[in-house]
């Protein structure tokens, strides 16, 4: 058969060909354009759900919140660490983990709380507590405001409680909230709940009452040091920590108190009798709500001891903390003179030495060089957590923003 006999048989055929040619290139390109929307999808998809998109840029570390129960977080406010549970102590510890290693990178900001509004209304002077807040929620992509009590209308005679809801009306989401008075912290977050608005409360420090995030940040410093890459509560059981100094007036050592034992922890108070009354003690378990022969809410075992005298609270102490002597809340003349009290209870390297050889100092500032601690000591990197703690703080500040912000999304 010569060709030509062949094409009218061959021409419907290369027809059929062809146009099956065009299909398939039709289809190809549907599905390479499907392929390049799932991609943009799955670059974009945390982005576009953000705020409550649990940290899309962290890594897949072992403490990432990406791989942590954020959802079991159920505390709307932060305003004490009396009730703080073991869990609630481990997810600030891993949370706060991950933030530190956000805060080692080059671009050391997250887009988790994009949108919501973080507002610090703190009544009472503070350096590193407000900043520390402030820098935290902007490296969480909130947006921030600041207010302070001198320049408000306060000065106008507007309450504290309508200052909060001026602040509320304005879509604040989180206030972290400081003042000279036990209670004020409480007292917003009654009303908030009370108006049955979303907003959380986070106590920055109310008096004598409690400082929490500065106890947490402390706990954190602590248990970094020990281990780096998983920083957990337990790591303190049997550790031995004195409190020094003015424990009377401190909300540091009230907060620190509870984290403390619950990490079963030894805690040693001390101080002159006028800075650390007996009734101390009956003030912790009045607080924890248990009986003085089970001083303790988070264990079985007393572990809480007073001291007058410095030697037997530093004898083999793991850590030292110092605290500052808080002269503005000194309503009475509690000492006889600053220089007699440096002698007695001020820590110097002289006086570590009763101390285990490794020992480490903590102070959450501001410090009175020369009165609490010695100018030297605090400089001395070899046993001086000082500046350590301040670092601590913006990632510890981080995560306590996260889990309250990030739990509204859970609700
Ligand atoms: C505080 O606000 O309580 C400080 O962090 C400690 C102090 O003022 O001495």
Redesign the pocket.
């Known amino acids: 058969m010569s060709c030509d006999a062949l094409m009218p048989l061959a021409q419907p055929l290369l027809e059929m060909c062809r146009s099956m040619g065009h299909w398939a290139l039709g289809i190809g390109n549907w599905a390479l354009g499907i392929v390049i929307l799932l991609l943009l999808l799955c670059s974009f998809a945390p982005l576009l759900l953000c705020p409550f998109a649990p940290l899309p840029h962290l890594p897949h570390s072992p403490h990432s919140p990406n791989s942590m129960p954020t959802n079991t977080w159920n505390r709307h406010h932060i305003l004490s660490l009396a009730d703080f549970t073991t869990t609630e102590y481990d997810t600030v510890l891993q949370t706060a983990a991950s933030f530190q290693e956000v805060l080692s990178r080059r671009t050391k900001k997250v887009p988790t709380l994009q949108g919501q509004v973080v507002a610090n209304l703190f009544f009472e002077s503070?350096t590193?507590?407000r900043s520390s807040f402030e820098l935290a929620a902007k490296r969480l992509s909130a947006d921030t405001l600041n207010f302070a009590a001198a320049s408000s209308s306060m000065t106008k005679g507007e309450t504290i409680l309508d200052t909060a809801k001026t602040y509320l009306a304005m879509g604040t989401d989180i206030m972290v909230v400081?003042h000279r008075e036990a209670g004020v912290p409480n007292a917003i977050a009654a009303e908030m709940d009370r108006l049955g608005v979303r907003v959380s409360i986070l106590n920055a420090?109310d008096g004598q009452h409690e400082?929490p995030s500065?106890a947490l940040l402390d706990l954190f410093t602590i248990c970094t040091l020990i281990n780096p890459a998983s920083p957990r509560l337990e790591l303190l059981k049997g550790k031995k920590i004195a409190i020094v100094g003015d424990i009377l007036h401190?909300?540091?050592a009230r907060s620190n108190i509870w984290s403390l034992i619950a990490s079963g922890a030894e805690v040693h108070l001390a101080a002159p009798p006028t800075l650390l009354p007996k009734l101390f003690a009956e003030y912790i378990s009045q607080e924890s709500g248990v009986g003085s022969q089970e001083l303790l809410p988070h264990s079985p075992t007393p572990q809480l001891f007073l001291h007058w005298q410095l030697e037997p609270a530093l004898q083999n102490a793991d850590f030292v903390m110092t605290?500052?002597l808080?002269k503005e809340r000194m309503t009475a003349h509690l000492l006889p003179s600053l220089r007699e009290y440096h002698q007695l209870f001020g820590i110097t390297r002289t006086k570590l030495q009763f101390c285990k050889p490794n020992v480490k100092v903590l102070h959450?500032?501001?410090v009175n060089r020369g009165v609490e601690i010695s100018s030297e000591l605090m400089d001395d990197p070899e046993f001086s957590l000082i500046q350590s703690q301040v670092s601590s703080g913006v990632a510890v500040r981080m995560a306590l923003l996260y889990l309250l912000g990030s739990g509204k999304a859970y609700s």
Do not use: D, K
């Open positions: 503070s590193r507590t400081r420090g400082h500065q401190s909300r540091v605290l500052r808080q959450p500032g501001p």
